[in-house]
Structure formats: structure tokens, C-alpha cells
């Protein structure tokens, strides 16, 4: 399985950019680059995937590099409410044409400060 | 509202005894999961099913068990033989094939004495 490296904790100010850094040195060429937060004591809540392109939505952007081994969430003004633990799950395809198992690992625990 | 329904929020069982958690999901996707977290750690994954009467065992399957003859059904027991059952238990569905991401339920905490 790929797996995934990330900082254990980062602070941010409230209304400036976060930046969270992962890095996946054995991506495969097929594999999806997904982040995920979790609110304590909730499910954790999708935010955005990738293959190789940049990627924005209204939650976020992706920037993953050009050899695909690192990458990096960007929440472009954070707010209290953004405090959360933030994962990159790289996707592992469980069989051909099937449903993906995500590898979760401890994430990085981001605290947004006012 | 589309989403992922699991049931009850907590609940506390007494040592050997079985216990069934439920998770309902109206979003008629195809593949459900379940996962357990522990304080402080990731997710990991015991169960799932990418279509109807069918269910595979993830990484931590052992003393636990599942069905699935409905598509908007998925639940999950946990036997008296897991020997650490006191957790977080998420399920989570997804339309199923690759580039599909999942989408998770609030979670059962269950506690067992």
C-alpha cells in the first residue's frame, strides 16, 4: 500500500492561507491523491482528490508536484471552524474496476487561532 | 437530505455480549465500508461491500462480522471474540469504481465494560 507522511500538528491565523504538506514518495501512476478532515467526535468529511493536475473546489485547492510524490492542501482563508485533523489518503485499488480501500494515517492535527 | 445514517450515536454493552450497529445510507451508492478509529490514530478498515450480497474482510475483520442484503443496509456486528471492541465505529458508502470518494456517517462510539 502507499502510504503517506505527514506533520503532526500545525497552527495557522485566522484568516490567513494554510498550507498542509503530505508526502507519498511510492505513489503508483493510477493512484488518487485524496484529504479528508475530521471534527472531533464526527465522520470525517471529504474535501478534495487529485491524479496529477492542480485541483480547486470551494473548500480548497490541491497542488500536487510533478512527480507526483508530494502534494499540498491549501485552504486559502482559515477559520476557527477549520480546526480539525486534516488526512492525505493516497487511493488502493482493491480490484479490478472495483471500489478503492483508503489507507488512513494519523493526519496533521491543524489548529486555526484567532 | 441524501446521506449516511448510523445509529445509536453511543452505546454500552456489558463484556461478551454481541452487538449490532447499524448504518443506513439513502445516496444509492453501490460500495459501504466500515472503519474503526481509536483515540489518536487513523482509521482502519474491517469490513466492506461493493454490491449487494457481497462483503469482503479488511485489515481488522477478526471477531467481527456483517451482512448486506440491501443496498441502503450495511451493519455491522461486533462479536464477543474482539477482544478490544471499545471504539469509534464510521461506515461510509461511495458510488463504487475507482476516483469515488467516500462519504462518512457521524459514527457510533461503542463502550464496552
Known amino acids: 500500500d502507499a502510504k503517506t507522511t505527514q506533520p503532526p500538528s500545525m497552527d495557522c491565523a485566522e484568516g490567513r492561507a494554510a498550507n498542509l504538506p503530505c508526502n507519498h514518495s511510492?505513489?503508483?501512476?493510477?493512484?488518487?491523491v485524496y484529504w479528508y478532515r475530521q471534527i472531533h467526535s464526527q465522520g470525517p468529511q471529504y474535501i478534495i482528490h487529485?491524479?496529477?493536475n492542480n485541483e480547486t473546489n470551494e473548500m480548497a485547492s490541491l497542488i500536487i508536484t510533478e512527480d507526483r510524490k508530494s502534494s499540498t492542501l491549501i485552504l486559502p482563508h482559515a477559520t476557527l471552524r477549520d480546526t480539525a485533523v486534516y488526512y492525505c489518503?493516497?487511493?488502493?485499488?482493491?480490484?479490478?474496476?472495483?471500489?478503492?480501500?483508503?489507507?488512513f494515517g494519523k493526519g496533521t492535527k491543524l489548529t486555526v487561532n484567532p | 437530505d441524501g446521506g449516511i445514517t448510523q445509529s445509536p450515536k453511543y452505546l454500552f454493552r456489558k463484556e461478551g455480549q454481541n452487538v449490532t450497529l447499524s448504518c443506513e445510507q439513502n445516496?444509492?451508492?453501490?460500495?459501504m465500508y466500515w472503519y474503526r478509529q481509536d483515540p489518536g490514530q487513523g482509521l482502519r478498515l474491517i469490513y466492506y461491500?461493493?454490491?449487494?450480497?457481497?462483503?469482503q474482510k479488511g485489515d481488522i475483520a477478526e471477531g467481527y462480522s456483517v451482512s448486506r442484503e440491501k443496498k441502503e443496509s450495511f451493519p455491522l456486528t461486533v462479536t464477543s471474540a474482539q477482544k478490544n471492541p471499545t471504539a469509534f465505529y464510521l461506515c461510509?458508502?461511495?458510488?463504487?469504481?475507482?476516483?469515488?470518494?467516500?462519504?462518512f456517517g457521524n459514527g457510533t462510539r461503542l463502550t464496552v465494560t
Open positions: 461510509a458508502s461511495s458510488i463504487g469504481g475507482g476516483n469515488s470518494p467516500l462519504h
Open positions: 511510492t505513489i503508483s501512476g493510477n493512484e488518487y
Open positions: 487529485g491524479l496529477k
Open positions: 489518503i493516497v487511493r488502493v485499488l482493491i480490484t479490478q474496476g472495483g471500489s478503492e480501500k483508503l489507507v
Open positions: 445516496l444509492n451508492h453501490d460500495a
Open positions: 461491500s461493493q454490491i449487494v450480497n457481497d462483503f
